[in-house]
């Protein structure tokens, strides 16, 4: 049960794909065009999911509806990120287990996410990304095959930019889930570096 329960709570890890080259260009700081590129990201973090466990599957349900049952889990993400001027493209590998750890195991699942920046200021680094995660779906490079896939959750994040472009930290600051109202709080964030 907690290992279908977990499965289906994957989507709230998040990556900062980022489409650097849509976002508003100025001078000075770190253009968006430097950070076009591919990345090694690694994401953590906890969401509190809930679900109904009286229908078969354990399928999400709207946290505090009748019948709704809510646990808080820990994720950690490692996977590639690949931006180009179309827009940017990840696809990761997830650990979900519950808080705290116990005996009902570790589940893992292969995750997409298809992310674009909404604001950049390159002088200070800084900037704003929407993201959807999707189970299914293939990415090529930086570009993001939908067929047969499924979307898990979508969001925004917040992300600062050091080391002349070469790397990405950022933080969750919108989580929605498919459907709607599965997750309560969160706290997510993560880091993306150059390769």
Known sequence: MKKLMMIMFTGCVVVI???FKQATAEQGG?????LAGTYSVTVHGSVFYCFDPSKPGFPPAQCGSPGSVGVPLNTLTVGTVTSD???S???????ITDIPVNANGTGVVVLHSVSKVTNYDPKTGTGDASFTDYFGGQCHGAVFD???ATVNDTGTNHFAVSDRGKRIDFVVTSLHSNPEGAFGGFSISGTDLRQ
């Open 17 to 19: 794909s980022l489409g």
């Open 30 to 34: 770190t253009p968006p065009e430097k």
């Open 85 to 87: 001027d179309k827009g």
């Open 89 to 95: 493209y990840a696809t990761f590998t997830e650990t």
């Open 146 to 148: 939908s067929t047969g």
